[in-house]
């Protein structure tokens, strides 16, 4: 596919993930962690306004002066933003400007790739906004899920919506073994990769075993009807704080009707499957979970490693390692610096991908992140144990 035709698809496809949505969907914002659909389709617009057309295109002249206010995110270098928990008050502009503001600046790409011999700076960083775009399709889909699942009518985003892609053998569980030995971390290939999957470099691993598959609904289920959401010495202090303040006592969008299970998903209110593989849990009730089996999380080394023995794309996989920077990590000079590096602190890595990643994001090397108390992303459990 060349560069223009990937430029198209990738724009209408977060057109596509919006079809659905009625106009007064677009601005809400329940939580912070959260950003209006709107937002979502004027940041990704912005970032190829900034970082190609206002840097490249000569005479450019911009869509709207205010835009680089209203949806810059989190550069500083680029200037003043509004902060990321006032996303939602922006009722204004509507959401049909919104949309001639994507035309806008989608045609002058289009036109500048076709008229120009792109330099290999230019060129990356067009990449560089395709992907950018693709990371937030994935977060369009999860927000929506969050936006329509605080509405006490739930509504249905897509009745044929499908969560799960692979049902859970719950009755069948294998554990692969991993020798002990000096193993390379990181991206190796010649395809588009992020800066923090830079670096190749080796570590050294215990020998250890790692599940075949996700646990299950039904199995977590047994979590919960065992105590596990009360018993202290299954958690972590911090996630025993986090539960007793917040008072959980199961994964986001459960509900219990007439005694049983019910969960709200992108094609509306259903009983929850035992066969689907858990979803939309923290780290902290990963770890709980890991903990009540006696097993443990994986680190994301040993994830890596063990990534060609088993499937994965179904849930982001929570891992026990914190998200750090590798060996030799350089961050980018100016604005481009400030994608990944600055939130290396307090964030856990998870690995693998879900059913709303785009599919090229599914890759054994890519690093995803989030603060451990996060739940509204798909995240699901894979377990390992030390093999000694």
Known sequence: MSLIEKFKTTRAYSE??????????????????VSPPKWHLAHTTWFFETFLLKSFKKDYKVFDKDFNYLFNSYYETIGKRVLRDSRGTLTRPE???????????????????????????????????????????????????????QNPLNPVYKADFK??????????????????????????????????????????????????????????????????????????????????????????????IDNEWYRFSLSGLEKVNPNDPVTHISFYEADAYARWRGLRLPTEFEWEVASNKFEYGQRWEWTNSAYLPYPNYKKAKGAIGEYNGKFMINQMVLKGGSIATPPNHCRPTYRNFWHPHLRWQFNGIRLAKNNL
């Open 16 to 33: 596509a993930i919006c079809a659905p949505l009625n106009t007064e969907d677009y601005v809400a914002q329940p939580i912070v962690d």
């Open 95 to 149: 959401t049909s400007k919104i949309y001639e503001y994507r035309e806008y600046v989608s045609t002058h790409v289009q036109e500048y790739i076709t008229n120009n011999k792109l330099s290999k700076q230019e060129e990356s960083i067009i990449e560089l906004g395709l992907q950018h775009e693709q990371q937030h399709q994935e977060l369009l889909r999860t927000d929506i899920k969050y936006i329509l699942g």
């Open 163 to 256: 969560e799960t892609i692979q049902p859970i053998n719950f009755t069948s569980e294998n554990y692969i073994s991993i020798d002990e030995g000096v193993y390379e971390i990181g991206y190796k290939g010649n395809d588009f990769y992020f800066d923090n999957e830079k670096g190749v470099h080796k570590v050294y691993l215990q020998p250890y075993t790692i599940a075949d598959r996700l646990i299950s609904n039904k199995e977590y289920i047994d979590f919960i009807e065992a105590g596990g959401y009360t018993d202290f010495n299954n958690w972590l202090a911090e996630g025993w704080d986090w539960v007793n303040k917040n008072q959980i006592e199961a994964p986001d969008y459960w509900e219990r």
